[in-house]
């Protein structure tokens, strides 16, 4: 099935740096999801973007749809233990009614 | 309060059993999913329900079958289970579709 583009699969970090994590797509999306997994977790709503252009911040996270309608970046500014997990790119077509998906980034944090 | 809810959360059980998996969602949503999560973490859609209607239907083998008995709840049965289903299962739902989806802690499928 199709699948967003999303990279880095994986970032290897120093506590308090900050991390940037992107998904593109050949196809024009009207909505774009980001979500983080926890470990044994389900995925969790981390900011829903709606508007081409659109920049929102959720605390230390702030993601943007890009002006093209095809892609969005996450950025984590000062990230700290807690934010280690696998950060998933979703976006909405208005033609169907599925969420496509990318493969997921695994943030991983280093003592 | 649980939003999205599925039991059980492990399931271990031979080849060629029959089980199910049960989600229920407090949320007063329309739309219910079942998602299967792979070892690489790949997310893919199984099937959407939108008010207890049959949406969706990936290519999924019919060993798998959703029941919606209400808006509320999507079981997930699975007929005569094989090495392969392994999986994570999550079931999510959202408002209507199309519309931002909200996920259940998964149930983690062991086929010995």
């Known amino acids: 099935g199709q699948q967003l583009n999303q990279s880095p699969q994986s970032m290897f970090i120093q506590e308090g740096e900050d991390v940037s994590m992107n998904c593109t797509s050949s196809s024009i999306f009207n909505t774009w999801l980001w979500y983080k997994q926890d470990p044994g977790e389900g995925p969790v709503l981390l900011i829903a973007l709606y508007k081409a252009g659109e920049l929102t911040s959720n605390g230390r996270l702030t993601a943007q749809f890009g002006i093209t309608r095809k892609d969005s970046f996450l950025n984590i500014s000062a990230s700290i233990p807690s934010d280690v997990g696998i950060y998933f790119c979703?976006?909405?077509?208005?033609?169907?009614?599925?969420?496509?998906w990318g493969a997921g980034t695994k943030l991983i944090i280093k003592p | 309060d649980t939003a999205v809810s599925q039991t059980p959360k492990y399931l271990v059980t031979q080849m060629g059993n029959d089980k199910s998996i049960k989600c229920e969602q407090n949320?007063?949503?329309?739309?219910m999913y079942w998602y299967k999560q792979d070892s690489k973490k790949f997310l893919k859609i199984m099937f959407s329900y939108n008010n207890k209607e049959l949406i969706i239907n990936e290519t999924v083998p019919n060993r798998f079958s959703p029941k919606s008995p209400d808006k509320a709840h999507l079981n997930l049965h699975i007929n005569s289970l094989e090495l392969g289903d392994s999986a994570v299962y999550f079931c999510?739902?959202?408002?209507?579709?199309?519309?931002?989806?909200?996920f259940g802690p998964g149930t983690r499928l062991l086929v010995l």
């Open positions: 979703a976006g909405l077509m208005d033609s169907n009614y599925q969420l496509i």
């Open positions: 999510a739902s959202s408002r209507s579709l199309g519309k931002t989806q909200y």
């Open positions: 949320l007063g949503h329309d739309t």
